[in-house]
């Protein structure tokens, strides 16, 4: 708000004046009103104009050595991958995606890591080289068999080959990957040594790990266990109550992946995950501790075959094709803070949180959406408040780059005012994140019994403070609900049956990705 007939505006947030910028116009500020209409000022600064505003920083702004974005593929080449068809897939589709990935400045590098009971790294040589030194090969390939203490056998930066100038060289390598391992039988797959050699692989630079899985880790660190028999049920068949099973299957089996990516989040790395179980355990839930902390997705797809026209087939290309296209930002620190009195109590979404109301996220993709829960922390009398989120980051291209999206609300006295503007469909997406939450440390019957809960409370609210029902007979029978919440009730009753929290499960992979999505979804 600005200050009539002086040089300063003052703060919506901490209500604080401030000096006005020497880019304003004093002297129309001096001259005009503080009547939005009237002051011309507010029609030509977009800061106050527009509620989305991007600031972009020069490098006399900021410090931050220009970031590069690296993609390293950690392959899974064991039998179950190549029976299921999964590595075919993959190859194929980065193959067709190689002159799409972003690369505004021609420094996007791409390295591949194949991975059984042994790891196996490439080196790409320049297009260039190949002609003109006549070499027989485009890559060189250098097997690891200690898979106890990973190491890179070359220096890293001989394994990260910029696209542009290795685009045949990568090209090759792909058609020749299903080539090489076609004869493979082994059933071994260290993902654990794997992630480790990745994050020594970007350790300096940063970048996005993608995780190619068929199989469930059965070797090295970080490998786990069959917690379930393959048709789903719980391992302990005497134990009657079936919720209590999802309590000990929809948590961390071990420390060793929330650990590694709490590693990346210090280098900048970020994880994104494709899995595929083909009717065999894959421990989602453990899985996607990865993802959870650094930003990623993690995507599940049941029943990938060899046959072309099955629905996973399809989605699978259609989604891993769609993610490495993507433009991305990186490094990027998200700030949330609202009026006055009002703070962040807790926030969902594959984010990470530094202190209360900062984020930190070492890749931001366009196909998640975060949520937070904001209230007061005292009593404040105020027409409107205020929300804000600043997002800093640096673009695909190399840009430094500041958004401000700024929200302000209305307050009300009057509570029924306050139900009639209730979103029925973010409440249940709040809720929805809420029960994700719970499902780690309870069962589903619990977590089923709060959903429930929530909703009889807030129909009880209504029903009280708004219509002032009392406990007479001729209401014994009454239903009613304000206009903007009639789907509420059908919404968590939904919910409640949906693959992620019903009391009852065929297969813990299922439920695990129901939550996973849950957690990315958007409200609409």
Not at 18 to 23: A, D, K, Q, T
Not at 57 to 82: C, E, G, Q, R
Not at 211 to 222: C, D, E, H
Not at 472 to 500: N, Y
Request: hydrophobic content about 35%; proline content about 4%; charged content about 20%.
């Amino acid at each position: 708000k600005f200050t009539p007939q002086s040089n300063q505006w003052r703060c919506n947030f901490c209500k604080l004046a401030n000096n006005l910028p020497i880019l304003y116009n004093t002297y129309d500020i001096e001259l005009e009103s503080d009547d939005v209409n009237n002051n011309t000022m507010y029609k030509d600064r977009p800061e106050v104009n527009y509620s989305v505003v991007d600031y972009i920083m020069d490098d006399t702004m900021s410090n931050v050595p220009k970031k590069v974005l690296n993609y390293t593929f950690i392959i899974d080449v064991s039998y179950n991958s190549i029976k299921s068809g999964m590595l075919h897939k993959t190859l194929e589709t980065i193959s067709q995606t190689l002159d799409r990935i972003p690369d505004y400045d021609n420094e996007t590098t791409i390295s591949v890591i194949c991975v059984n009971d042994r790891l196996h790294y490439f080196e790409l040589f320049p297009d260039n080289d190949i002609e003109t030194k006549a070499l027989q090969s485009s890559f060189r390939m250098y097997d690891v068999f200690d898979i106890d203490e990973p190491f890179l056998p070359v220096p890293s930066g001989q394994l990260r080959a910029p696209i542009h100038s290795h685009m045949n060289s990568i090209a090759t390598l792909l058609s020749s990957i299903e080539d090489i391992f076609t004869e493979t039988s082994s059933l071994l797959f260290a993902l654990g040594p794997a992630l480790e050699s990745a994050c020594l692989l970007l350790n300096e630079t940063g970048g996005k790990i993608f995780t190619i899985v068929a199989t469930l880790p059965n070797i090295g660190v970080g490998k786990l266990k069959d917690r379930c028999y393959a048709n789903g049920n719980p391992t302990d068949l005497n134990n009657k109550d079936t919720g209590s099973k999802y309590s000990s299957t929809m948590d961390c089996q071990t420390m060793f992946y929330k650990d590694f990516a709490l590693k990346c989040l210090e280098s900048g790395i970020s994880i994104e995950q494709f899995l595929s179980s083909n009717g065999n355990y894959l421990d989602i839930a453990t899985l996607s501790c990865l993802t959870n902390v650094t930003s990623g997705k993690t995507h599940y797809y049941p029943n990938i075959k060899l046959q072309n026209d099955r629905f996973d087939d399809v989605r699978y290309s259609i989604e891993l094709y769609s993610t490495l296209t993507m433009d991305v930002s990186m490094d990027a620190v998200i700030e949330v803070r609202a009026s006055h009195n009002i703070g962040v109590t807790s926030s969902y979404g594959n984010i990470f949180e530094r202190s209360p109301g900062i984020y930190y996220c070492p890749i931001i993709s366009r196909d998640q959406s975060y949520m937070f829960a904001i209230e007061p922390t005292e009593d404040f009398v105020s027409d409107k408040v205020f929300f804000q989120v600043s997002v800093l980051s640096t673009m695909a291209n190399g840009e430094r780059r500041v958004r401000v999206m700024t929200l302000p609300l209305p307050t009300t006295n009057n509570i029924q005012e306050l139900y009639n503007k209730i979103d029925q469909r973010a409440l249940t997406l709040y809720y929805a994140q809420i029960a994700t939450v719970q499902m780690a440390t309870n069962s589903a019957v619990a977590v089923q019994k709060d959903l429930v809960d929530m909703l009889v409370k807030i129909l009880t609210s209504y029903s009280n403070e708004v219509l002032n029902i009392k406990k007479r007979k001729e209401f014994k029978d009454t239903f009613q609900i304000s206009r903007s919440m009639q789907l509420l009730p059908t919404l968590i009753l939904a919910l409640v049956k949906s693959q992620a929290f019903r009391s009852w499960s065929s297969n813990d992979n299922k439920r695990a990705d129901f939550l996973n999505r849950i957690k990315c979804t958007t409200i609409d």
